[in-house]
């Protein structure tokens, strides 16, 4: 009867053993996977260490594309997105490549305040950002053409920086450039700084680059007056029209 009753305790218990070990299976699953008991699965997450969850931003939401046929698509415009920050996503809702922002996309839009550009744009067009209240571009590394006056006249424009590694443009203290630096595109409108040296070797400085520069009150040219007269000045540069050039060179003295 003894040996009875103790069959029947093992085969009660076995429930209860295969609970416990399938309990701790999990827990030990859940452990090296970083999530908890009561922990769910995150879209869009990105981890270096398991313990730690980060959530990416999500993109902003009702911006207006055109699509070009191709798979790629072009930003054309603010649509009913109210983001003054906006994160320029890298496909449309429909999935086309947004390859390019197009132009007048954000010309005059003064509750934009910032834009991420996506690594998968190489364009952005005349007055792309005309006249907005933007603080700062970021220029990544595949972008091959900035059209006429894309980010001139900007008030709050502080810098236009340019990824390392792009092949056709460059930055130096937040002034845009071409690679070879012998074109000024751009002096933000709103950079500090009451004087300004433009680099000996410009070829040509484009239109609106020195458009309506509140602070800059002195350009100076690190060259003679016979160089000066060989670079080309396109129209609507107001700032340098107003202040003149000085010149560094000790032949100008």
């Known amino acids: ?42 879209d869009g997450v990105e981890t270096t260490d398991p313990s730690v969850q980060v959530v990416l931003p999500m993109s ?39 390859v390019a922002i197009g132009d ?12 991420k550009i996506p690594q998968t744009v190489t364009r952005i067009g005349d007055y792309a950002f005309y006249g907005s209240s933007v603080s700062v571009i970021e220029i990544p590394a595949d972008v091959k053409s900035i059209g006429e006056c894309a980010f001139a006249n900007c008030a709050s424009l502080t810098a236009v920086n340019v990824d390392p590694a792009n092949e056709s443009y460059c930055s130096i ?21 009451e004087s300004y040296t433009i680099r000996r070797g410009i070829s040509s400085i484009c239109s609106a680059a020195f458009l309506n520069c509140h602070d800059l009150k002195k ?18 540069n107001t700032t340098l029209t107003a202040i003149g050039i000085s010149f560094a060179s000790q032949s100008a003295k």
């Not at 007048?104 to 834009?115: M, N, P, R, W, Y």
């Not at 690679?179 to 933000?188: F, G, T």
């Open 104 to 115: 007048s996309a954000f010309i005059g839009v003064k509750s934009l305040t910032g834009a």
């Open 1 to 42: 009867m003894e040996n009875l009753n103790w069959k029947k305790t093992v085969l009660l218990s076995l429930p209860i053993v295969f609970a416990v070990c399938l309990a701790v299976t999990l827990a030990a699953c859940m452990a090296q996977a970083g999530k908890g008991p009561n922990d769910s699965a995150l």
């Open 173 to 193: 203290d937040g002034v845009l450039f071409n690679k070879d630096k012998s074109v000024l595109i751009l002096y933000p409108s709103g950079k500090s700084g």
């Open 219 to 236: 350009i100076v040219f690190n060259g003679t007056p016979s160089e000066w007269e060989k670079v080309k000045i396109g129209a609507n």
């Open 60 to 98: 902003s939401q009702g911006l207006q594309f055109k699509s070009l046929g191709d798979g790629s698509c072009e930003l054309i415009g603010l649509g009913s997105c109210s983001d003054s920050e906006i994160l320029i996503p890298d496909e449309s809702p429909e999935g086309d490549r947004v």
